[in-house]
């Protein structure tokens, strides 16, 4: 079957601890996005990637950082610099940049404690 | 610069009632208009897409939305709501001559069916 997976489903860190939320698609896009969700705000745009080894800023990139060494991967790593870090992330990817639908992972819930 | 509002975080309907979430829009040329819904701690699933082509365009799961360029809208509707469709939708934009493909979101709206 084609599609995204995130995981883990659920994560939980400690302060001060740096996390890698892990995307994967198998549907040959080339562009991928991260996002963040929290109740009553939408979704924000974290980083995206239109093309292997190329990624730019969304509107919140503080405290996150990305690769895209391979193609069907791109996972984001939440720093210790983001200071409020609890949310769930979903990820999302399309065949090209410009005006495709986004398909979108289950997502990750990621609590810090 | 584009934005999308959504009226009302929350929309309670009776089950076989009427569906209707709203969504406006701004955009400073011809938007892409995208429906999506979310089930509780799932990800976002297309319900349809707006791109320039007839201005109503019908959906799964019985939903279409209309584009009224003169009210910058794209509603969504449902003829007849089912316990099923209580979930939190999302109306999205992006426009053809963006390089980027970044969506921007509305503040979604949780739909509750009673029955």
């Known amino acids: 079957d084609g599609g995204i997976t995130q995981s883990p489903k659920y994560l939980f860190r400690k302060e001060g601890q740096n996390v890698t939320l892990s995307c994967e698609q198998n549907?040959?896009?080339?562009?991928m996005y991260w996002y963040r969700q929290d109740p009553g705000q939408g979704l924000r745009l974290i980083y995206y990637?239109?093309?292997?080894?190329?990624?730019q800023k969304g509107d919140i990139a503080e405290g996150y950082s990305v690769s895209r060494e391979k193609k069907e991967s791109f996972p984001l790593t939440v720093t210790s610099a983001q200071k409020n870090p609890t949310a769930f992330y979903l990820c999302?990817?399309?065949?090209?940049?410009?005006?495709?639908?986004?398909?979108f992972g289950p997502g990750t819930r990621l609590t810090v404690l | 610069a584009q934005s999308v509002t959504q009226l009302g975080s929350h929309v309670s309907v009776s089950e076989g009632a009427l569906v209707l979430l709203r969504c406006n829009y701004s955009?400073?040329?011809?938007?892409?208009l995208f429906w999506y819904v979310q089930y509780p701690n799932q990800g976002l699933q297309l319900l349809l897409k707006?791109?320039?082509?007839?201005?109503l365009v019908k959906g799964i799961n019985g939903f279409e939305a209309e584009f009224k360029k003169s009210e910058t809208s794209f509603h969504l509707t449902k003829p007849s709501a089912h316990m099923s469709d209580a979930a939190e939708y999302f109306c999205?934009?992006?426009?053809?001559?963006?390089?980027?493909?970044?969506?921007?979101f509305g503040q979604g709206t949780t739909l509750q069916v009673k029955p």
């Open positions: 999302a990817s399309s065949p090209t940049q410009v005006t495709d639908t986004q398909y």
């Open positions: 549907l040959n896009h080339d562009a």
């Open positions: 990637s239109q093309i292997v080894n190329d990624f």
């Open positions: 955009s400073s040329v011809p938007p892409y």
């Open positions: 707006y791109t320039s082509a007839a201005t």
């Open positions: 999205a934009v992006t426009h053809g001559s963006s390089n980027t493909g970044k969506l921007i």
